[in-house]
């Protein structure tokens, strides 16, 4: 659940429930992600994240075959306005991932910093270490890379 002041009742919630939360001061779009690898040990990802990361979470969660379900919750007129100019007319409706996202997507993604689901780039002397993955929701090929970058060696184009 995202550490927000909006959530303080959500966390309260479950943890009536019994049920351990993670706090994430950030990284909703990783924590969603993470839900499909059995290792990252989170299960699932509550609350009010932002809508961008929403619909790129749909294409990724679509392809590793989990689910999710989500509603627009903008939290001011100009949200809302922003909503409608989208196409999303009504708020109250809750999306399935099917409704997120198209039939055949891929999607694919770098970790800068450290999260859930990759790690972030890594520093040595004279380059990089980076880990990207790549998903396809036809397929539900999920490829991970790792990669060295050299420094030293960049292409003239």
Do not use: W
Request: hydrophobic share 40%; aromatic share 8%.
């Amino acid at each position: 659940i995202l550490d927000r002041p909006r959530h303080e009742k959500l966390i309260a919630e479950v943890r009536k429930a019994g049920a351990g939360i993670k706090l994430l001061s950030a990284g909703d779009l990783s924590a969603a992600i993470a839900t499909t690898r059995p290792e990252s040990e989170i299960d699932m990802l509550l609350g009010v994240g932002g809508a961008y990361q929403g619909v790129l979470a749909a294409s990724a969660i679509r392809s590793a075959g989990g689910e999710m379900q989500v509603r627009f919750m903008p939290r001011n007129e100009a949200e809302a306005e922003e909503c409608l100019m989208m196409g999303i007319l009504d708020l109250k409706h809750r999306y399935t991932l099917q409704e997120m996202s198209g039939d055949n997507v891929m999607f694919a993604a770098t970790g800068v910093t450290t999260g859930d689901y990759l790690h972030g780039v890594r520093f040595f002397s004279g380059g990089a270490m980076t880990n990207s993955v790549v998903m396809r929701s036809k397929t539900r090929t999920v490829r991970f890379i790792e990669s060295i970058h050299h420094f030293d060696f960049k292409p003239e184009y």
